[in-house]
């Protein structure tokens, strides 16, 4: 039995028009496999106009709410992409995420999938009906919806390729694939034609829009293909998969660059035991994700501790950072939303030494300041000032060749 | 335990600044009651606009998907609402019509409500939250969404509130209340203070918007108080209720007139029995709707049979007479769509002989051709031109002294 699992994201959807490119493309695609399953995002912008409804009703909207309201986008473009289907004779149905059976963790707008009952999506599979399942939604087990954050449409179409047994999942999107560099800072960024599943998690994380982060950790932990293709063309796209298979591990594969990055100091600490427990964990319980962390000493008894949030939660950090650095005898809390993160990612750094000298050396080299760094065994990161970011990007992406 | 159920029509909530209005109503509301339940319609144009992008991608979408599709609208004023309503500190919690409870047929697009289980409701009620649920929807035994038709909001508000015990139900809309007429064809057409629920039936048939059909006659079932009011001022409104608390039963409470109706004939139709059966048994396998008939012969032996049905229904019913045309050997079939259904409505029509020659004469003084004819016992409806429609309103509204 030949099942593919496709997920086409909001640029691909975004017109009438469009949705009618991406039916037949489908169509396309059950003349070559027996059961085909269709993840979809909202329509263009459509999250981005329902999320500035809602910030006109509320300074910060229940999360449950926001579920109910953003949910709604891509119910929508499922509905409209099967009447497409149905208008050139294919045979499909729409589903809900709850429809599909995708149960979630409890977490609004941030919610993780828990399991999946396919027994819907099956029967209909069984009728010869593409399947659309509505993306980036769940329900919870109190009967909610949830929404799995930005980019949760590939983790929909991930899991449902896991639990259907399909070996490859393909993302649709507006670029070709996965580049070396973002082709719109960097003209001269190259396709590549496969990256590991560790390489290009460094990149998602890294700001690389392409693919959501625990997307490809799902697809690396149950060995499903990823293949990231335009939906305009027939271009061959880039295929995510185990390092193990590709031919010589690049030293540097990518570079990333974040600009939806804030940075928090809580300022003056008093130098003692479990501190930075108390910053962090304050932080954990409001449920935002930390990256980068220097925790620096200024003078005698006294640190800064600095991190990095995504630049929407920068608002509630400084709110419960106002509240902790007030507990703990701190001096204040100051705080930069102008900062980006640039990274470079490859499989093969951690067997070349010097790697980081060669990216700090291009960015010195550019007048450009660095803030703070971090690095794992396939990246290192920088952060800097948002304004220098194109600057920076180029400048690596040409100290390390990465156009030839 | 006092109960309150208000629903909310959809230019109620067109925009943010008025469904903030409306959230300051309901937390009023709150104030004198323990329990609010609220059911919203969905903003403004919104139905309009996801209807027209279906049409965008097919001829004749799929009622499945139509609902899937259209259901969203409802689900997004009411997730709006409620961050409206948590903002100014009112605690409140957004349903769909599933979650709600609300167990529908299976129809798409004209189901009706077969049952709600009120646990969810009840539940969040308790909690002290104001409940609001998605309105036009309900979901099938199959998991299905389903949608109620146009102004099926006005179903959901009354099922819940014969669900929930309320005595009264509130329907907020953008018009103060009933009138003798509709005010933009005639402006001086009077507000009623109250209405029995046949007339309010009768005149909700002739396509008075303001209240759903099947709403009034639910509420008739339940005897649960319909107040129709303005939710953009403080005018009293009209009450729709038993016509045995009336003062005393008014001889033509009002006149309605309704454009979206259209007329059908079957030409030359055999005079054998059973050929009127073959005709309208073919039209309620389609699900369609039969509001004015008339059979006249023409000569011997051949009959007409004209009908008038919803205008949206027209093209469904020319392709399904072409077939049953042919199969009883009938010489054709015709249709109009230009045409307009204009109908007075009173309960003491009744006891008052001479009431029909009164309105035929006020459009046969005013020149205008009636094309058919219709009558029960507390209304008299007439088709004709609808380039007529405003002129007869006018004329009928007037010889039967209604602005008085």
Same mark, same amino acid.
């Given at each position: 039995?030949?099942?593919?699992?496709?997920?086409?994201?909001?640029?691909?959807?975004?017109?009438?028009?469009?949705?009618?490119?991406?039916?037949?493309?489908?169509?396309?695609?059950?003349?070559?496999?027996?059961?085909?399953?269709?993840?979809?995002?909202?329509?263009?912008?459509?999250?981005?106009?329902?999320?500035?409804?809602?910030?006109?009703?509320?300074?910060?909207?229940?999360?449950?709410?926001?579920?109910?309201?953003?949910?709604?986008?891509?119910?929508?473009?499922?509905?409209?992409?099967?009447?497409?289907?149905?208008?050139?004779?294919?045979?499909?149905?729409?589903?809900?995420?709850?429809?599909?059976?995708?149960?979630?963790?409890? $977490?609004?707008?941030? @919610?993780?999938? #828990? %399991?999946?009952?396919?027994?819907? +999506?099956?029967?209909?599979? &069984?009728?010869?009906? !593409?399947?659309?399942?509505?993306?980036?939604?769940?329900?919870?087990?109190?009967?909610?919806?949830?929404?799995?954050?930005?980019?949760?449409?590939?983790?929909?179409?991930?899991?449902?390729?896991?639990?259907?047994?399909?070996?490859?999942?393909?993302?649709?999107?507006?670029?070709?694939?996965?580049?070396?560099?973002?082709?719109?800072?960097?003209?001269?960024?190259?396709?590549?034609?496969?990256?590991?599943?560790?390489?290009?998690?460094?990149?998602?994380?890294?700001?690389?829009?392409?693919?959501?982060?625990?997307?490809?950790?799902?697809?690396?932990?149950?060995?499903?293909?990823?293949?990231?293709?335009?939906?305009?063309?027939?271009?061959?796209?880039?295929?995510?998969?185990?390092?193990?298979?590709?031919?010589?591990?690049?030293? $540097?594969?990518?570079? @990333?660059?974040? #600009? %939806?990055?804030?940075?928090?100091? +809580?300022?003056?600490?008093? &130098?003692?035991?479990? !501190?930075?427990?108390?910053?962090?964990?304050?932080?954990?319980?409001?449920?935002?994700?930390?990256?980068?962390?220097?925790?620096?000493?200024?003078?005698?008894?006294?640190?800064?501790?600095?991190?990095?949030?995504?630049?929407?939660?920068?608002?509630?950090?400084?709110?419960?950072?106002?509240?902790?650095?007030?507990?703990?005898?701190?001096?204040?809390?100051?705080?930069?939303?102008?900062?980006?993160?640039?990274?470079?990612?490859?499989?093969?750094?951690?067997?070349?030494?010097?790697?980081?000298?060669?990216?700090?050396?291009?960015?010195?080299?550019?007048?450009?300041?660095?803030?703070?760094?971090?690095?794992?065994?396939?990246?290192?990161?920088?952060?800097?000032?948002?304004?220098?970011?194109?600057?920076?990007?180029?400048?690596?992406?040409?100290?390390?060749?990465?156009?030839?």
């Amino acid at each position: 039995m030949s099942i593919l699992v496709q997920k086409y994201g909001g640029s691909s959807v975004a017109s009438p028009e469009k949705i009618r490119a991406v039916a037949r493309r489908i169509a396309r695609a059950k003349e070559h496999h027996e059961q085909v399953v269709v993840v979809v995002s909202a329509m263009g912008k459509t999250t981005d106009e329902l999320l500035g409804l809602a910030r006109q009703l509320s300074k910060e909207p229940s999360p449950r709410e926001l579920d109910m309201l953003i949910a709604t986008g891509e119910q929508q473009s499922s509905a409209l992409l099967v009447m497409a289907l149905l208008e050139i004779g294919c045979p499909a149905i729409s589903l809900t995420g709850a429809q599909s059976g995708i149960v979630s963790s409890g $977490v609004h707008t941030k @919610a993780e999938i #828990l %399991d999946i009952d396919p027994t819907r +999506v099956v029967q209909e599979l &069984d009728r010869g009906k !593409v399947v659309v399942v509505a993306g980036f939604q769940g329900v919870n087990g109190n009967n909610d919806i949830t929404t799995l954050g930005r980019g949760g449409s590939d983790i929909s179409a991930v899991a449902l390729a896991v639990t259907l047994g399909a070996p490859v999942c393909e993302i649709y999107t507006d670029v070709e694939g996965v580049y070396t560099a973002d082709p719109r800072l960097v003209p001269r960024a190259r396709l590549l034609g496969e990256i590991s599943y560790e390489e290009m998690q460094e990149l998602a994380n890294l700001g690389a829009k392409v693919l959501h982060p625990r997307s490809i950790e799902f697809a690396q932990k149950f060995n499903i293909v990823l293949h990231v293709r335009s939906s305009f063309g027939q271009a061959g796209g880039t295929l995510v998969k185990g390092a193990g298979d590709l031919e010589k591990k690049r030293v $540097v594969s990518g570079v @990333a660059c974040d #600009l %939806d990055t804030a940075k928090a100091v +809580v300022l003056g600490v008093p &130098d003692e035991p479990g !501190v930075a427990q108390r910053v962090f964990l304050a932080l954990a319980e409001a449920n935002i994700n930390i990256d980068m962390i220097i925790q620096s000493m200024m003078r005698k008894d006294r640190n800064d501790i600095a991190f990095t949030v995504e630049e929407g939660d920068l608002p509630r950090v400084i709110e419960i950072m106002d509240r902790v650095a007030a507990e703990l005898g701190a001096e204040g809390v100051a705080h930069d939303a102008n900062v980006a993160k640039i990274s470079i990612v490859g499989a093969g750094m951690i067997s070349h030494p010097g790697t980081a000298a060669t990216m700090f050396g291009a960015l010195g080299d550019a007048g450009i300041n660095i803030e703070m760094i971090s690095t794992s065994e396939i990246k290192i990161s920088c952060l800097i000032q948002e304004a220098d970011a194109k600057r920076a990007v180029e400048a690596i992406h040409e100290r390390f060749h990465l156009d030839s």
